[in-house]
């Protein structure tokens, strides 16, 4: 490729340009490779479109913005490399994942660092191979996300999941006892321990939904403590379709009681079934200190709506005795279980 196409010029290369106009949807009259007006004028009209230099001629910036702008997202995979890859299909990437919260950075159609990292990022939550490659398999899953719709990639991803799996026997619960192992939890002022209390509320929730239907997993054993990052591996690789972490909720204030339930912001899964199992627990007659949005690590890291639920404080004595009795624990057992419960039967309305 010569560094000027002109017109006047009448060659193979005026041809190319023509071709890749013409793709764009710019009018060519010229059906011999010849520059005259019509392909001066979509040369112009290209250039005004792209916001270079408009002189109706074809040197290397214009040619380049040709190059550029031929490529449709799907033809070629994207990826990070030097020098970095340019063109319309990474634009379109760049706006897709943008639109769907992962941050792809500056809508600029050079594939840079932030680019990789999205594509990554995307491929990690949809289950993909997460080699920073943007082929054909990530495309077919973002063109399945149906991305026109307004709503984080959180709330897309759940929306599949709710339409593939309908139906509580169908699905795979995974209990998340907090603490364990070194790590104790809080403690109460007549010494009961987080760890051990949440513990026996994960197991007879687990019996609750077990019997009905449900298969449930747990992150840990009883004498495990794993770290955040491991829960949220353990629940991602049993593919389950719904987290539920369990812990109790503490204060210096011994007066704070009361049940509370912690969602990721943007999962409107996760806040139905935070909503569902908070109205079951303050139905016990516990006081209702609501629901609320949170961005924890264990959010982000599970891939399916996820909740942290505290239903009361530990370190109010009151509640401490509560949770001591065995039959009281049973029955706040029974109401995370009846909110897991009810979230599985409003799914679908
Ligand atoms: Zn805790």
Redesign the pocket.
Known sequence: MTLLIKPGDRSDQVADVQARLRALGYRIDDETGSYEDSTTQAVREFQQRRSILVDGLVGPNTWGELVEASWRLGDRSLYLTFPLMRGDDVLKLQQLLNAIGYDAGREDGIFGPNGGRAVRHFQREYGGTEDGIFGPVSHTALLGLRVDRPGTAASLREELLLAERADMTDSLIVIDP??GGPDD??RGPNGAR?SELCWDISVKVAEMLTHSGAKVRFTRTEVEGPTTSERATRANDLHGDVFVSI??NSLDESNAGGASTYFFGGSRLGERLADSIQHELTGLGIKDCRSHARAYALFKETQMPAVLVEPCFISNPEEEKMLEDPLLRGRVAEAVAAGVRRYYESKGR
Do not use: V
Request: aromatic share 0%.
């Open positions: 907090g603490h939890g809080a987080e812990h109790l």
